[in-house]
């Protein structure tokens, strides 16, 4: 009995820590999108608002030496 | 949720996309390189939008060593300034950024513009400050229905080094993958490393490589 107990227990420890792993890279992983991302049709008003802005000379490229 | 628009609505003043340029080696966005401090800092530009220069997408020549061809990418920079350790970072080192990137023009979106943008997309309000880079490659082959560039929302790193690394992973990836002609398998493997590596860190129990905490 106390033999089965402890093959219970290696078990479940070790689920615990492959799930751990399992959270832990998926975490990462959605904070490393979260960061850095791609820009696709969902970002296209966005996309087309910036461009419009460039074309209209609303924006131009920054010439300055530093950003305030 | 941002609305969707028309695809391909672009305008015709922008210059045509290179053409079969060779492909550049990929380089992790995430590895640490050492970067010179800024230089001082000089009076600030208020809007950001001074330069008389062409519209074309063409970077500012005189501001380049050498010359400067159509432009890859369109780099834009919206940051209402929250009082945060991003926005210190990209001030301080926007200098050596703007260096780095001389063949690209930088927009840079006054204080008014950024809030103004964020209003309008209020999920990207305390995520700032966010560099978008237009592909203008994949914007004129395809317009913006697929790919056509990706973005670094820097606020969302919480400290000095995090966000002084997340800057410095900007710059190396557009320098190493300007020539790319295949602008984002190149970020989705740099993502996908990215992702092994960290895995293989939490196995061998590192923090090391932790950012946006």
């Known amino acids: 009995m106390p033999e089965r107990i402890g093959d219970i227990l290696t078990l479940l420890m070790g689920a615990l820590a492959v799930g751990y792993v399992v959270y832990e890279i998926e975490r990462r992983r959605r904070k490393l999108h979260d960061i850095w991302d791609v820009l696709d049709e969902e970002d296209a008003f966005l996309t087309k608002m910036l461009e419009d802005m460039v074309d209209s000379g609303e924006l131009q490229p920054y010439a300055g030496a530093t950003l305030a | ?213």
């Open chain 2, 1 to 213: 949720m941002m609305p969707k628009s028309a695809s391909g609505a672009r305008s015709t003043r922008r210059p045509p996309a290179r053409a079969n340029s060779p492909s550049a080696p990929i380089v992790s966005p995430m590895t640490n390189v050492a970067v010179k401090p800024s230089e001082e800092p000089a009076p600030p530009q208020k809007t950001g939008v001074s330069e008389p220069s062409t519209q074309t997408g063409q970077a500012p020549s005189q501001e380049t060593d050498e010359p400067s061809g159509v432009a890859r990418f369109h780099i834009f920079i919206v940051d209402s300034g929250w009082n945060s350790a991003a926005h210190r970072v990209l001030v301080e080192n926007f200098a050596l950024l703007r260096n780095l990137q001389k063949d690209d023009p930088i927009y840079v979106l006054s204080p008014e513009q950024s809030i103004a943008f964020q209003r309008r997309h209020a999920s990207r309000i305390g995520r700032d400050p966010i560099i978008a880079v237009h592909d203008m490659e994949a914007l004129d082959r395809d317009g913006t229905s697929g790919f056509h560039g990706f973005r670094l929302s820097l606020g969302v790193l919480r400290t000095p080094q995090q966000a002084l690394q997340g800057l410095q992973a900007f710059a190396r990836f557009l320098v190493a993958h300007r020539r790319s002609t295949d602008l984002e398998a190149d970020i989705r493997a740099d993502l996908r490393r990215e992702g092994l590596m960290g895995a293989i860190e939490i196995i061998m129990n590192h923090n090391t490589r932790e950012m946006g905490e």
